[in-house]
């Protein structure tokens, strides 16, 4: 009989500490999970309207916005703007710095809003620079006819459609003007092709050739400028559509205050940025005027 109630009394323990650990368990299961677990990262795609190489700098920048935020925040680099309208079309991303023309296109297609524009040298604007290398006697981009030519993507303003409607007003054929054409798909390696004279010349973003012309001098000063387009609205931040109101508008908060906090401001000294403006999407209509990038018939 004692050895009965022995055993009764081990097995019990045993029963009560095994139920404990299920009840553990289910407390466990049932807390709320810290919100940076439960959400996932932001994302956030850099497409070539950005200087791509420095990729310290866009961990320290992550960090400030995901403590801004209150979330990991994760920038996403893809080899073309085409690539980045996709994924934010799937819900893969939920904000993207990218080219206006590509903005424009995705507003059109209802895949996009616009969040804020970077202001640079006291503007929100840019342009397209036509570059030569440096001891080359072209002048002017009609004396590049016939020549190779370094566009950076089919879809970018400064680096493709804005070259091209140069072309077109000057009653020239964009698709027969050049011996040979390639893209480089950056605005930097566009710059390197021309540099290293791979290419007669290229068309490339003005913030990216100056932001290099401080940063890689060395670069910078084997090519010249022999042509500025008129400005247009610069590449702006935007926000995937049907992404939560509450993230973009805390996302919107973070960059538009950036040159209100020290750090900030050290961030955006290191992009040559002066801080983020929140401009009306009609900032953009003088891009979707342009001619698109058809051939002509």
């Not at 310290?56 to 920038?75: I, Q, S, T």
């Not at 930097?188 to 004279?197: M, N, T």
Request: glycine letters at 6%; charged letters at 25%; proline letters at 6%.
């Amino acid at each position: 009989m004692q050895m009965f109630k022995g055993s009764w009394s081990a097995s019990w323990f045993t029963v009560r500490g095994w139920l404990g650990g299920v009840v553990l368990l289910v407390l466990a299961l049932s807390m709320p999970l810290p919100a940076q677990a439960a959400e996932g990262p932001v994302r956030i795609a850099l497409t070539a309207a950005a200087v791509r190489d420095e990729l310290p700098f866009y961990d320290r920048w992550a960090a400030y916005l995901g403590r801004k935020l209150g979330r990991p925040v994760e920038f996403v680099q893809r080899r073309s703007y085409r690539d980045i309208i996709e994924m934010l079309r799937t819900g893969e991303l939920d904000f993207s710095w990218v080219c206006s023309y590509s903005f424009v296109q995705a507003l059109d297609a209802g895949l996009v809003d616009l969040v804020a524009t970077p202001v640079f040298r006291g503007k929100p604007l840019y342009q397209s620079y036509i570059i030569v290398p440096r001891d080359s006697p072209t002048t002017d981009l009609m004396q590049l006819e016939g020549k190779s030519f370094a566009y950076t993507d089919p879809d970018s303003n400064t680096g493709y459609i804005v070259p091209r409607a140069m072309l077109r007003d000057s009653g020239h054929n964009p698709e027969r003007f050049f011996r040979t054409i390639f893209f480089t798909w950056d605005h930097g390696q566009a710059i390197e092709a021309v540099a290293d004279k791979v290419a007669d010349g290229a068309a490339v973003d003005s913030y990216v050739w100056e932001y290099l012309a401080a940063q890689r001098p060395r670069l910078a000063e084997r090519t010249k400028i022999i042509q500025r387009s008129e400005e247009f609205s610069f590449p702006p931040m935007v926000a995937r559509r049907g992404i939560d109101p509450d993230l973009r508008r805390r996302f919107a908060d973070a960059i538009l205050s950036m040159a209100a906090d020290a750090e900030g401001r050290r961030l955006l000294g290191e992009m040559m940025l002066d801080g983020f403006v929140a401009l009306p999407a009609s900032s953009y209509d003088k891009v979707r005027a342009l001619p698109t990038a058809r051939p002509l018939r």
